[in-house]
């Protein structure tokens, strides 16, 4: 089992940046793909961005391409998303996700651990 906890949230102005911080328990991430997904009031969860076990390939939403950056520190079992140049329709529910098999996804359904989110509150 993993078990993943989210920090960082936060409440931001609009053009202002944040860092989440995903830290993982229980077995290590090392060779696990890792993804960020965010829920607004209202919508569905949906993909952030996403790196691979070994942190050689990244893949991002559009809506995000640009602004925020994903990392991962598997010394610390950690991963992490950079957000910069944050928008009010940033405002959500951020969580990171484990994936067990190494390919990179964007689909929620493929992943297999889930943090408890954290929120992250862009103000206009």
């Known amino acids: 089992q993993v078990q993943l906890v989210e920090s960082g949230g936060g409440l931001v102005q609009a053009g202002g940046s944040l860092r989440l911080s995903c830290a993982a328990s229980?077995?290590?991430?090392?060779?696990?793909?890792m993804g960020w997904f965010r829920q607004a009031p209202g919508k569905e969860r949906e993909f952030v961005a996403a790196?691979?076990?070994?942190?050689?390939?990244?893949i991002y939403a559009n809506s995000v391409k640009g602004r925020f950056t994903i990392s991962r520190d598997s010394a610390l079992n950690t991963e992490y998303l950079h957000m910069n140049s944050l928008k009010p329709e940033d405002t959500a529910v951020y969580y990171c996700?484990?994936?067990?098999?190494?390919?990179?996804?964007?689909?929620?359904?493929?992943?297999?651990?889930w943090g408890q989110g954290t929120q992250v509150t862009v103000s206009s």
């Open positions: 229980g077995r290590t991430i090392s060779t696990y793909a």
């Open positions: 996700a484990a994936k067990a098999a190494r390919g990179l996804t964007t689909m929620k359904d493929l992943y297999d651990y």
């Open positions: 790196i691979s076990w070994s942190a050689g390939a990244t």
